[in-house]
């Protein structure tokens, strides 16, 4: 992004009719640049939200923490530079590089690391932050020549290191990954003398305009994919089953698969859904599966289809089985006609090739994979995801009432309502932010947008965890709302795909009539192009067509409400 | 140092001087200077120089600097580039 685009950006925005999202920018060099591509770079990712970048004091990085903490912010940019551990380190002061000064170099910044720390601890306490750690080449300060280390630069680089691993061990902080960095941008090119003795700019524009991309997007993340289709042949091994022997090993040169069938077991055990599809009979399929050394558990594999139909055939199965969209999903294959012919039907799918033979080509694709699938923190339900729709314990889709009632009363149904704890809970918002289908408008929310509807008078902010027979799915559902007397306005209401077909949001409903004595309810409903089983629900419990805002009244719930057996953990709730 | 070797430079300046102060009309914008441009401040300043280098791929000199308080003296610095 250039200095011209960042502008443009953030020009168009400024007619956006949506709320002001506030965040801060704390730093110790003049902003200028840095401060633009933030603030174009959030303003990108947050539409319908008009973004102000709130700028600390010059040469005050603690001073700017603490000023940061004050305001009403969405989040925080931190940038830290070596200057801002001791001024000493800067080019815009002149107190010192004689060797007798550089001991003293190296204890003040420790001293400023435990600062810092302790201030972003801070401002975490109120707001997301996102935070960079020191990005320049040190100065000439040692007496070395420029090739050795010396003591001073690697204590240094020590401390620098440190800090990044106490931010990145603290709750709301999140921490530019210097590799990354240093792929975008060459550590030789980013500093600019002449800006930083003239302006106090340090940073040439192309990696100011990096350094804001990588700290925009710790803060207003991708949602991450849910699920990954893969072929088999030349993909997960090489060679083609029942044609000739498959490997993945270095005896055979084709140990990247072997690296291929790493990375997904890793994505499994982290909650991504993980299908097959490949052209060969089931049996072949199964055998091949079935071999002892494979690195992906056969387990963690479903739905696997094995047959000759077009691949797209087998992927709109396994998107029903999983019942997530098109766009939530990765589909990896060898053959850029199969990727081809998937793509033709679903053109929101993610397609990439597996470039067998290529090794190079197959390390970038599973970087590729780490940032398509990557999320800040893993939460329990992600351990949860895949064995429980391994079960074959799914319920049945689509089908008749009948049905799904012998398959419910079987299931052993609790729920568990939880208040949402925020911060530090991401769990709630994460699932507000990535479900689709039962969404009762679509709204997505930043860090600070739901800490303040929680955090309102009035406020009603459950989420509800689920378990039956088959194993447990975590915390499926979460609910915000308003409450005043007996009237409750529902503002979000999501429910994971995951948890479909068993009628918890009718219990959910039917919870909240009976718990707070409810006469009515109003939703906040908005038709999107995917909420369509949260449309198909409000249609159950209203006569004609939808309208607005639906209000159900607690007689006309209780005239419409199918059997339930679910039974209500009690201990937690609110 | 590059010569400016591309015609429209005044029409190029116009768009430049619309990034950084969005609220001037384009009329405005040809008798713009720091006097008559409440906004136009050592920021805008800075955003001013990043976008001329951006757009004609240049370098702005030190010295060149104060040569940039108006939008008649930035045109007359590009058109001296140009005619390098």
Redesign the interface.
Known sequence: M???EA??VM?AA?AASGRVARYALVCGATP??LG?FVAAELQRRLADTRVEIVNGPYGDVLGGLEQAARIDGDGAVVVVEWSDLDRRLGLRDAAGWRPGDLPDVVTNAAWACDAIVAGVGRLADRMPVAISGPTLPLPPVAFTPGWMASTVAVDLRRLAADLAARHAHLAGVRVVESQRLDTLSAPGTRLDV?SWL??G?PYR?PHAAILGELLAQLLVPTAPKKGLITDLDDTVWRGVLGEASVSWDLDHRSHAHALYQQLLAALADAGVLIGVVCKADATTVEAGLAARDLLLPRERLFPVEAHWEPKSVSVERILRAWNIDAASVVFVDDSPAELAEVQSVYPDLTALRFPTGDDAGVYALLEELRDLFGKPRLVPEDGLRAPTTATGALPPVASGADRLDAFLARAEQELTVLPVATPGDGRALELVNKTNQFNLNGRRYTDGEWRALVERDGSVALVLAYRERYGPLGRISVLAGRRAGAHLTVDTWVLSCRAFSRRIEWATLAWLFDRWHLSDITFAYAPTPKNHLATGFLQELVDGALPAAPRVSAAAFAARKPALSIRWSAAECP | MPVIALDGVERRLVRCFGLVFPELGTDEIPVASPSSVGTWDSLASINLVAVIEEEFGIQVELEELGDMMSFATVLDLLERRRGR
Do not use: C, G
Request: charge should be positive; glycine fraction near 0%; aromatic fraction near 6%.
């Open positions: 250039t200095v011209s502008l443009a020009h400024r200028v640049h633009t002449r003239t302006i700019f524009r």
